[in-house]
C-alpha cells in the first residue's frame, strides 16, 4: 500500500484487532466474576487451601494474629508447618481480624481447594458447597472472624 489513507486505515484496523483481543482475553477466562471483588485493591487478606498447603498471605495488625494464622494453618496439616507459606506482613494500619482465634478455627476447617479473601468492603470464602454443614459452619467463623460490621459472604467455586 503506498496510498498514505491506505496505510492510515491498516494500522487503525490493526490497532482494534489488538484491542478487541485484549479485552477478550481479560481475566474472565481463569476466574470466576462472582469470586472476584469490587474492590480496585488487592485483597488484604488472602488464605487459600491449595496443593496440601495453605498460603497465607497480607497483612494482619499484629504479631499475635499472625501466629494464631499460622498456627491454625499448621495444626489443619496435621503439625506440617512447613506446608504453610506464612506472606504475611505485620502492618498496624491492616484491617482488623475481630477474633483471630475463629479465623484459626475456620483456616483448621478448611478443605483443599478453598480460598477466602478480605478487603476494605468486606469477605468472602469460595467452597465447594454453599450448604454443606462445613461450609455453614465456615460462614460463622468467617463472620466471628472480621465482626458484626463487616460483610461476609460464601460463593461457589469455579
Do not use: K, Y
Not at 23 to 40: C, E, K, L, M, Y
Request: with cysteine; aromatic share 4%.
Amino acid at each position: 500500500m503506498t496510498n498514505p489513507l491506505g496505510r492510515i486505515l491498516a494500522a487503525s484496523i490493526a490497532c482494534l484487532a489488538i484491542l478487541a483481543a485484549a479485552v477478550a482475553w481479560h481475566p474472565t477466562a481463569g476466574g470466576n466474576a462472582q469470586v472476584r471483588t469490587a474492590d480496585a485493591a488487592p485483597p488484604s487478606l488472602e488464605i487459600r487451601w491449595h496443593g496440601g498447603g495453605i498460603v497465607l498471605q497480607g497483612a494482619v495488625q499484629d504479631a499475635a494474629t499472625q501466629q494464631a494464622l499460622a498456627e491454625g494453618a499448621a495444626a489443619r496439616l496435621g503439625g506440617e508447618s512447613d506446608q504453610v507459606t506464612d506472606w504475611l506482613d505485620i502492618t498496624p494500619t491492616a484491617l482488623p481480624v475481630a477474633d483471630a482465634a475463629s479465623l484459626a478455627r475456620l483456616i483448621n476447617l478448611g478443605q483443599e481447594g478453598w480460598h477466602l479473601q478480605r478487603g476494605p468492603t468486606g469477605g468472602w470464602l469460595a467452597v465447594q458447597s454453599l450448604t454443606d454443614e462445613r461450609s455453614v459452619q465456615a460462614r460463622a467463623l468467617l463472620q466471628a472472624a472480621f465482626g458484626p460490621g463487616v460483610a461476609v459472604r460464601l460463593v461457589p467455586l469455579p
